[in-house]
């Protein structure tokens, strides 16, 4: 322990390799443009190639011509298929990785399936970074003193009664009467609780092996985030512009995470503005942790290649 904080105190991100999905807009490119400014190589899991070259773009041009890697690995966050091809890409042509951000996300309004049989919001916000993480524990592990960092939300409170194991594809939530009362909103808000129950899980199993786990609320941020909703969806977004912040503050805690040496030690915790917060009760509960991880495994575990 003490070996590992005096380590700990020396850790910058200059140098370390950094893989972020969700790096073409948002909150993710405004983190990827910071890291690369920090001269940490930049890996963009993405999966429209003509929005991820502008983003590599974006990010060379952050770099202001320090040697860095800048590459993409094409994957569709919603397939699990895809999830296992870029992994497969990704083991062979990056030598490590010091810092996964899980920060790719989404809500749709109106319910749809993925070809593996998953609701679309859990399968993007939550099964994706499951299986990503899980595929690449070992190369994350090798690296000796890893972070996974995903991006959670206080929209985890709206999902008042946890996550409903008991209608895993959100049927009800989508139906008459709830989908008239944001029931598409509280299965974004399940899938925010499942970032921050994966987040503690995940760091109880990776006790003693150096890999640490965070996550965090980035607050509310002016993205294209709920930009594919329809009309009704882009006014609200609109006015919720107003009181959001700039990208790149929402990017900040992200940042802080993954190059901060104070955090290095401490595991499963959930951090909003650069400093540690207690989520809601349902966040905290040990048990629905060891459940979330259990039907994850279960709804990943029969995707093929
Ligand atoms: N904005 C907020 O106020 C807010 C608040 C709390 C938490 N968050 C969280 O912040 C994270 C980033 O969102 P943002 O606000 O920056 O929104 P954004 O600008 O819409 O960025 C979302 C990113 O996720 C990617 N993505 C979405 N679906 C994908 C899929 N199926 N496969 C691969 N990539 C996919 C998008 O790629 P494309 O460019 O290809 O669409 C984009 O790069 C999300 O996890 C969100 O839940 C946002």
Redesign the pocket.
Known sequence: MKERMVKEQTWTVQGKWVLI?????????AAAKALAAREAHIGI????PV?AQDAIAQIREAAAGQQIAVDLFL?????QSSIRHAAADIWARWPRIDVLVN?????YVQRKLTDDGQEMTWA??HL?PYLLTTLLLDRLKESGQARIIT?????HKMARKGIRFEDPTAQRLYSFPQALLGGANFR?GET?LA?ILFTAELAKRLEGTGVSAYSF???????????DNGLLARMTMAV?RRF?RT?EK?AETLVWLAESADVGGISGAYYADMQERTPAPQARDANAARQLWEVSEAQTRNSAM
């Open positions: 999905t969700g790096a073409t807009s948002g909150i993710g490119l899991v993405a999966r429209n929005k994957a569709d966050m919603s397939s920060n790719a996300g989404a809500m993007v916000n994706g991006t959670a939300s206080h929209g974004y925010k970032n609320d980035p607050g509310l941020v002016a993205t294209n985030f709920n930009q919720m959001s990208p929402g």
